[in-house]
């Protein structure tokens, strides 16, 4: 068989199993539904007034779910995950059931297809033409089985983080490289997977490894594995460098101001949140380019309270409760005007974070074939584990 009908067939299969999962699921409340119709309601009137959001809880502020219940009477309640891979492990154990929303990060578009939970968005009731085109644009993967399955809520970057009452950087120098200087050694902090991306890049930069920006391990298994080989072999051997891997925002802070890291590979939400405390903290982009990403707002298949989610999406894509997101979580609006609503504080932050021609070199996060996740854990377990 060719290899473009191998794949014919891999995409039919892969679009069939989606089918025929979501067949089950109908099948079975159809087959259930005379039995269960009174204790449906019953759920459903307790539900009525509440949206199960399904989510990363610093990116969903306080004040924007307080204003939305004044403005509506609706309640938001959050269920919080540390990581894409306990969401989907979450959304997974219930069939999508409990929740109305959730949050996929950008590149996991595949994974999230295949998990079959996910329902279109009905994008004629959300002003998505007034989201940012670039950002709107970053979206492109998630547009699959004939309609749209998530929007952009905020996008944000990874990059150096540090002490800045402790060591002194500058953009002229600062580098991926500059995390394993053995002045940082036992002061790092970093979540593995990504360290060993800042490595790529920063090894490709340099000519140690040349692979495109690391798009080379996106080609095919053995490609991978041939990269990350030397990049898991380099950071074995510095380990010492790392005080402590991170999954949440609140240990990335901690980390920083209670358990004596001095530089990290970090998200930039904490560190401007950290930075507005009046926190020693700063934050910027590496010559090699920030890695970016885009977390979405999904609706689950089988939302309870499909009515009341659309109210708050409508509420959420305004310019003003964009800058509500950006002023309280660090993280960046998405909507066209975004910038009449932010605060000189976060412009200030944000230029800082990005001097020069640093938004010109964003290393943005591809969508991630079916293997790769698998591969990229497995490495990355290697690395805490050694």
């Known amino acids: 068989m060719s290899t473009i009908n191998s794949e014919s067939v891999l995409r039919n299969s892969a679009v069939a199993n989606r089918i025929n999962r979501r067949r089950l699921i109908a099948s079975a409340m159809g087959a259930t539904a005379t039995v269960l119709a009174a204790p449906y309601l019953v759920r459903r009137a307790r539900a009525a007034g509440q949206i199960n959001l399904l989510g990363w809880a610093e990116e969903m502020p306080q004040a ?4 939305f219940a004044k403005k509506t009477g609706i309640q938001i309640k959050i269920t919080p995950f540390s990581s894409n891979e306990e969401q989907m492990n979450k959304l997974m154990a219930t069939g999508g059931e409990g929740f109305d929303l959730c949050q996929p990060t950008v590149d996991r578009a595949a994974q999230f297809r295949d998990l ?3 329902a279109p968005i009905d994008t004629n009731k959300v002003p998505v033409d007034r989201i940012l085109p670039a950002v709107m644009d970053g979206m492109k993967a998630w547009h699959f089985d004939g309609g749209l399955y998530s929007l952009p809520h905020c996008w944000g970057t990874e990059a150096i983080g540090w002490r800045s009452d402790l060591t002194t950087l500058e953009y002229r120098t600062l580098s991926y490289g500059t995390l394993w200087q053995d002045e940082y050694v036992g002061k790092m902090q970093g979540k593995p997977d990504t360290l060993l991306l800042g490595i790529g890049l920063w090894f490709d930069a340099s000519g ?10 996106y080609k095919d298994e053995s ?8 990049l898991l072999a380099f950071a074995v051997s510095k380990k010492t460098q790392v005080r ?16 004596g890291c001095v530089i990290g590979q970090v998200w930039d939400g904490p560190c401007f949140a950290l930075k507005r405390e009046g926190k020693p903290v700063r934050y910027m982009a590496p010559r090699e380019g920030a890695q970016s ?11 309870a309270n499909s009515g009341e989610t659309y109210e ?7 310019p003003e409760i964009s800058g509500m997101v950006a ?21 200030k932050n944000f230029a800082e974070a990005y001097p020069e021609d640093a938004l010109s070199k964003l290393w943005n996060r591809q969508e991630e074939p079916a293997w790769y996740g698998t591969i990229r854990n497995e490495y990355s377990e290697r690395f805490k584990a050694a």
Not at 244 to 259: A, C, H, L, P, Y
């Open 64 to 67: 924007i779910i307080d204003l």
């Open 327 to 347: 002023e309280g979580s660090g993280y960046n609006g998405v909507m066209q005007g975004v910038d009449a609503f932010l605060s000189e504080e976060t412009k």
């Open 312 to 318: 708050f999406l409508k509420f959420l894509y305004t």
């Open 244 to 259: 402590q891997f991170f999954e949440t925002s609140d240990v990335v802070k901690s980390g920083f101001m209670e358990n």
């Open 293 to 303: 990403w885009i977390d979405g707002l999904s609706i689950v298949a089988n939302a």
């Open 223 to 230: 490609t991978m594995r041939k990269i990350y080989e030397e």
């Open 208 to 217: 140690k490894l040349p692979s495109n920006r690391m798009l080379d391990s």
């Open 116 to 118: 079959g939970v996910l």
